[in-house]
């Protein structure tokens, strides 16, 4: 990983845009932390392309600013964070339609930012993970820009046709995103392998057993839709942990033994070859990016990762008469309780 030279920055990418403070009760401290977050971005912007950012939205009430998000483009679904027990999400970037032009507009929850303004009541780590979090943001907004321009399945409201292509490709998208912000943002995230690697911890035990259950349940409901959400989000979640925990370990060239409690949990979970598919994977789209074109599909081995998680939980996609369907064979721990 590079070392930045504070005293000879490169010019900025940051745009003019708005920073917007929403309720807080006390309006000078809502003006600092726009202001400090502002600056910050600002910074950011001297390593990562900022040029499409539309703004940055700083709210107290996260879930009402994500669902107030104006898209620009109708009959998207309003915006919501991650929920589950073992994550929730903070930050996001929202994808926009501006005069016809896609660009990213920042939304963070207050509570995880204000340590930049706290002074002696915050500590150094909680200003770390404040600008980690602000920088890995600014990372989506680089890598959204990228793959608008070469890979149109990611762009804002587009639409695949193809029923099993449109479940593995958005897993794809995730896992590349990931990798690639964190290794974007890893000079301004000191923290963040450390924080990855606890949610690896957390995620990645039990996945294959929660998906049976999920699949127990199948046997009795038969919603094909249904069933690839919750165990098909069972069986992925780790490879979205896992990405970004590689992307991190890859800007700072650290292995899995820097890591092995979570190596451990990948192994014992029954991930790791498609732990080291993904590393390998990515590693070569971040090495080949320049190389990129709309006529390639980019994400192809990725999706790949993503097909054999599925297959992994005994999940099957087939082709019949042209229609795509699923494919669950019974197995002793999927069969419901007679």
């Given amino acids: 990983m590079r070392e930045i030279d504070w005293d000879n920055l490169p010019p900025t990418t940051t745009p003019q845009v708005p920073v917007i403070v929403k309720g807080f009760s006390n309006g000078e401290a809502a003006t600092e932390l726009g202001k400090t977050v502002g600056e910050c971005v600002a910074t950011i912007g001297s390593f990562i392309d900022l040029s499409t ?16 998000i104006d898209r620009g483009m109708a009959g998207l679904k309003p915006l919501d964070r991650t929920n589950t027990e073992e994550l929730q999400g903070v930050a996001k970037t929202c994808q926009v339609m501006r005069d016809g032009f896609r660009k990213s507009h920042l939304v963070f929850n207050a509570k995880m930012l204000v340590s930049l303004i ?5 500590t150094d780590d909680d200003r770390k993970s404040a600008i980690g979090i602000i920088a890995h ?3 989506h907004v680089q890598v959204n820009a990228q793959l608008d321009v070469v890979v149109p399945d990611a762009r804002l409201g587009a639409v695949i046709a193809d029923f099993e292509r449109a479940v593995l490709f958005q897993i794809a998208n995730i896992c590349w995103d990931e990798y690639a912000v964190c290794r974007l943002s890893a000079p301004f995230a000191p923290l963040q392998n450390e924080q990855h690697s606890a949610t690896v911890i957390a995620v990645v035990p039990g996945a294959l057993e929660r998906a049976h259950a999920y699949i127990t349940a199948y046997r009795i409901h038969g919603d094909n839709q249904r069933i690839i959400s919750e165990a098909g989000g069972e069986l992925c979640q780790p490879l979205k942990a896992i990405a970004y925990l590689f992307g991190g370990m890859d800007a700072d060239n650290l292995d899995w033994h820097d890591f092995p409690d979570a190596q451990a949990a990948v192994e014992e979970a029954g991930y790791a070859e498609l732990a080291d598919a993904l590393r390998r994977h990515c590693r070569s789209l971040w090495e080949s990016q320049a190389e990129w074109s709309v006529d390639q599909d980019v994400f192809a081995p990725l999706i790949d990762v993503a097909r054999e998680a599925f297959e992994l939980g005994g ?24």
């Fill in 137 to 139: 943001e600014c990372g």
């Fill in 53 to 68: 950012l539309d703004g940055v939205t700083i709210a107290i009430d996260y879930d009402a600013a994500l669902a107030e």
């Fill in 118 to 122: 706290a002074g002696e009541a915050a």
């Fill in 315 to 338: 999940i099957h996609f087939y082709q019949s008469s042209g229609e795509w369907c699923i494919s669950i064979p019974f197995t002793p721990e999927t069969m419901p309780d007679s």
